[in-house]
Structures are given as C-alpha cells and as structure tokens.
C-alpha cells in the first residue's frame, strides 16, 4: 500500500520535534517553547510552556506512573528541562517542569534517551555533548546564575526549594567534536553513544568512562540528524551535500575519509532521517527522510539509486514548507516543520483513529 494521510496537527508556530513513541498519543515541540499532546482523534490534551526559547527536540523519557510521563526538551535558551507530563485524556492534571539541565553556552540542537529512561545526552552548538541521569535532585547541583543578593532573597520569597525545578549538573561531558554536535544518541547496548555534526564526523563513544573511542570522517559533509537501524551495527547520517548516507560503526577508526556502506541522493538538503521501527511489518532496510522541498522519502537501503516512494506535505498551504523533524512507529510517521504537523500511515502497525 503506498502512504496514506491519516490526519494534520494545527501549530501556530514551527514544529521542530515530534514523537509517536507512545502508543495513541503524539508529543510535539514547538519554537513557540511550548510541548503539545495529542490523541489520535486529533484532541489537544495540553498545552505545555516549558522553555523560554525556541524548542529544538523533544523526546519521552520514562513513565513516573500509569498516568504520567516524563518528557526531555531541548532548547535555543541553553538548556534542557525535564517535564512531568500527565498522558490521562479523562483527568489531565497539572504538569510539572521538575529539573532543568545546565551545562551549554550555545543553543542546544538535540535530546536523547536510552531504552531504560534511565540517561540522557544532549548536544549543541558549543561542540559539547552531555550525559545526564534522570533522577531529580533534592538541591540545586549548579548554583543559580545571578549573583544579585537582592534577587536571592526574592527567589527564596517567591520559590520554595520544594517547588520550583532543581537544577542539574551533568555526569560528564563528551568533548572531541570541533564544530556544532548536531545529534547524540544511545547504542542499542547502551553503553555507547554515536554522535555527528558540522565536523562532517561521526563518532562513537565509551559512555561509561567518557571517551570517542572511534571517528568516521567524511570531508565537506557536515551531518543534520542521524538515527540508528534495527540492527545497531551501522548508522544513517543526513548531510548538507544533500545525501543520507549509510557507514558500518564497526569501521576502524581512520584520519582519511571513511566511504559509507549506502548514499542515498535528494535533490534537497535532507534535514531529519527515521529507521524503520522494530515490530512495524517494515523491512529492517528501510527508513524514512525529510527534506526542505517538503517531500518524505521511503527507501530501502538495498536499492540506493531513488527512492521507494514520496510524498509532499502541506500542500496547498501557504507559507514555508520545510520538514524540521520525522519520527516513524505503530506504522505512522510523524512530520514536524514550517507547515504545523502531518501524520501518514507507512507500513503495518496500530490504526490512527480519526476524527
């Protein structure tokens, strides 16, 4: 069956991550700092301030309760906060942002969580990544950043310790990037991380101990989003020069330019690249990207020369139309951008319910 388009999330600003991680629900974040949950019969359950900033990811965390989930965001204001979510469509109850993640002198670009919810790593513009734990503290582990006494004694007025976010210190810091981390996530072990940016690298790393412990270069490709297959051998990569390319992680580490196992030609810059999920009747060779023309591509890593299938988004609507971010699970993907959000039914999986 060729894609279908199962439904559209209205935004009134640009939607810069999205989620479908959880089962009847879709997460976004948006420039406008705020989260929003929806069902799948298109209902607004929250709408949720969070950061100051514009929002540049957002992922679930790990559940707190039957009704509750822990969300991560990311953000241009510096930081990443993490936010107690209540996912209950019949008894909504106030959500809490209960930590906030300091570490970054430039705006942070990504967000990630291991399977067990248990770690986070962050990435940013200041060639930074940091790995956090997800506990919230009982005190501040960074002190807080005016030094007026004045506005002290007004916080300790107006904020109990009990109340307000706690803010979080990270475990360690990554350091070897020499440009812009665009993204970090967990192996499927995890135990390690791979990481790509604006250095045109990607770079696996020793979580425990804090060390790159192998580096892909790839000269004048500097990489927009990565995202791991179902295997968790290789990596998919999308790069400025208008390719999504394949490498196997278990390359040995090289100064020279490392050849990619796969490169898959767009005809404009692909901005965001999904795996095909686990369990969703897909191949495990396929995936899915987005692009600033506004087109989704389907491929299949077995066929490098076009796509399987594409399709544009927003059409008709005015304005911009650039795909900012794409998740893929349950048989639907998520598309976030200039244009609000766009669900299409790709491959098997639970049915969106429309309205």
């Not at 970090?184 to 990481?195: C, G």
């Amino acid at each position: 069956m060729p894609p279908q388009r199962m439904t559209s999330l209205p935004h009134e600003d640009w939607v810069s991550s999205i989620s479908c991680q959880e089962p009847g629900l879709f997460l976004t974040g948006s420039y406008d700092g705020n989260i929003r949950l929806f069902d799948y019969s298109q209902t607004l359950l929250q709408t949720i301030p969070v950061q100051s900033a514009a929002i540049t990811s957002v992922a679930y965390v790990k559940k707190t309760n039957k009704d509750t989930q822990l969300v991560a965001t990311a953000s241009h204001d510096l930081t990443a906060k993490l936010t107690e979510v209540s996912i209950s469509p019949s008894d909504p109850s106030p959500s809490r942002v209960l930590a906030s993640l300091h570490l970054h002198t430039g705006p942070l670009t990504a967000i990630s969580t291991n399977a067990a919810g248990s770690h986070l790593l962050t990435s940013s513009t200041d060639e930074l990544i940091g790995l956090w734990d997800t506990s919230i503290p009982d005190y501040d582990e960074v002190p807080p950043d005016d030094a007026s006494s004045e506005r002290k004694k007004r916080r300790k007025l107006d904020d109990s310790q009990e109340s307000r976010a706690k803010r979080k210190a990270p475990i360690s810091v990554l350091k070897s990037h020499t440009a812009r981390v665009s993204k970090a996530v967990f192996t499927k072990d995890n135990t390690n991380a791979v990481s790509a940016g604006f250095d045109s690298t990607v770079r696996t790393w020793d979580v425990e101990n804090g060390v790159c412990t192998n580096t892909i270069t790839a000269p004048a490709k500097p990489f927009l989003d990565i995202a791991l297959p179902v295997t968790g051998q290789t990596i998919l990569a999308a790069s400025t020069d208008r390719t999504v390319s394949q490498y196997d992680l278990r390359a040995a580490s090289s100064s020279a330019a490392t050849p990619s196992i796969a490169s898959l030609p767009h005809p404009a810059t692909p901005s965001c690249v999904a795996a095909s999920p686990v369990g969703s009747g897909s191949s495990e060779h396929q995936l899915v990207t987005g692009a600033y023309d506004g087109s989704v591509r389907l491929w299949d890593l077995r066929s490098e020369k076009s796509a399987v299938t594409s399709f544009k988004v927003w059409e008709g609507r005015a304005g911009g139309k650039k795909i900012l971010s794409i998740d893929w699970a349950f048989g639907m993907v998520g598309i976030g951008g200039e244009g609000g959000v766009e669900v299409w039914r790709i491959g098997e999986g639970d049915r969106l319910q429309s309205s």
